[in-house]
């Protein structure tokens, strides 16, 4: 096989369009969220509530993935998303309506991410898991860009409403495309990986340090994205206070582009845990340097390099943890998503309050400096394995 099968096609298919629906109702919902609470806090309070939720379900999103049908839990997650998104267009202005979707979106989302992830091995084999995760994320940029850029033309043309019921036909397409897909999602590993073990044990012999600190690092890697997430609204109104927004979507649409490209440097290059550590570098360096340079061709080139090394990361990262036993990938997944989710989180917090003493340019900087940190300690670490790791050569 030269690569994925052909009707996982299908699978890519239905991610791109409920990628599209979320990242279309991030837009569309925050403005929302502000617009029905009257302010910022407001809008930070719900999304507090669904970081919260998405952290929860990280805790226990591994033991569901093991102990239910991957498949129909999918599915299931994305019907229930889809039905909070009819009944929140239903009933607009109700807060208590606005808290529930945000809850069901931020545990959907992270339950459905690492059902997936844990399954794509078994789906196309282990093989071809960079291929497959490769053409997921391709997929997912493409969303991407298509949800930011018709964010405004369909809020515009038919209310927050039409957003809503958007974002829930995205994640029925996800669902259906799920039911249709005639591929396996799990696989059965050889006894003597799940049973040698008690399960803590097990999952602690299975990743090693290694894995914990890429955990670790993807982790702080989110810490410093929410710093830039926060800082980017500000840059951009002081780039070009008249229209702020067109700042906003040169950066985006250039980042978004950059993540199509990743799938390509993927195949060119060795993957493992130096490239994951080297990419997160690169991945924050792009970022600081955007908040240095003026906007127009500078600022899209740095864009565009910043999501080619996040959408390569992403890649290398997510085939690495793919490579443990599938009864272990479930936890590891979903270990992943709460320091992930946990990282953002406190991101998001502590850099709104530093950026209101400081500049962007040096909040991103620090706060991305906490990824260089981490990512150069994983490669001391691998650097240190592999010297001791190497056979002594003895003289005769």
């Keep these: 096989m030269t690569g994925p099968p052909r009707n996982f096609l299908v699978l890519v298919f239905g991610y791109s369009c409920s990628a599209y629906g979320n990242y279309l109702n991030l837009v569309a919902l925050s403005l929302y969220t502000l617009a029905v609470t009257g302010g910022p806090l407001g809008v930070g309070i719900v999304m507090a509530l669904r970081l919260g939720a998405g952290f929860g379900a990280g805790l226990v999103a591994g033991r569901l993935v093991n102990r239910f049908d991957r498949r129909r ?27 529930a979707a ?4 931020g545990a959907g989302n992270t339950l459905f991410t690492v059902a997936l992830r844990s399954s794509v091995p078994a789906m196309v084999g282990q093989e ?8 997921l994320v391709t997929g997912r940029s493409l969303g991407t860009v298509l949800g930011f850029a018709s964010a405004g033309i369909v809020v515009a043309a038919g209310g927050f409403d039409a957003a809503f019921y958007v974002n829930a036909a995205s994640f029925v397409v996800s669902a259906a495309a799920l039911a249709a897909l005639r591929l396996p999602t799990r696989t059965e ?10 399960v803590k044990g097990r999952l602690l012999a299975i990743a090693g340090p290694v894995i914990v600190l890429m955990v670790a690092v993807r982790g702080a890697d989110a810490f410093g994205s929410a710093s830039h997430n926060m800082a980017i609204p500000l840059y951009a109104n002081q780039l070009d206070p008249a229209d702020p927004a067109f700042v906003m979507s040169q950066f985006w649409a250039s980042w978004a582009i950059g993540t199509l490209l990743a799938h390509q440097v993927v195949r060119r290059v060795a993957l493992g845990e130096r490239a994951f550590a080297l990419g997160t570098c690169l991945m924050a360096v792009s970022f600081v340097l955007a908040f240095a340079v003026p906007a127009g061709p500078a600022l899209i080139g740095v864009a565009l390099l910043a999501g080619l090394a996040d959408g390569f990361t992403e890649i290398v990262y997510t085939s690495r943890l793919q490579e443990a036993p599938d009864e272990q990938r479930g936890r590891l997944f979903g270990m992943s998503a709460t320091a992930e ?4 989180a406190v991101g998001m917090v502590t850099s709104s309050a530093v950026l ?21 300690g994983l490669l001391a670490v691998t650097f240190t394995r592999r010297r001791t790791a190497a056979p002594v050569v003895q003289e005769s």
């Design 73 to 99: 839990l999918m599915i299931g997650t994305d019907l229930v998303q889809a039905t909070a998104m009819v009944v929140l267009a239903a009933g607009q202005g109700n807060v208590p309506l606005l808290v």
């Design 102 to 105: 945000a809850v069901v979106l």
């Design 128 to 135: 071809q898991r960079v291929k497959a995760n490769g053409r």
């Design 189 to 198: 590993d050889h006894p003597a990986t799940t049973q040698a073990h008690p």
């Design 341 to 344: 989710t946990a990282g953002f």
């Design 356 to 376: 209101e003493v400081a500049p962007a340019l040096t909040v991103v900087t620090m706060f991305h400096g906490v990824a260089v940190l981490a990512a150069i």
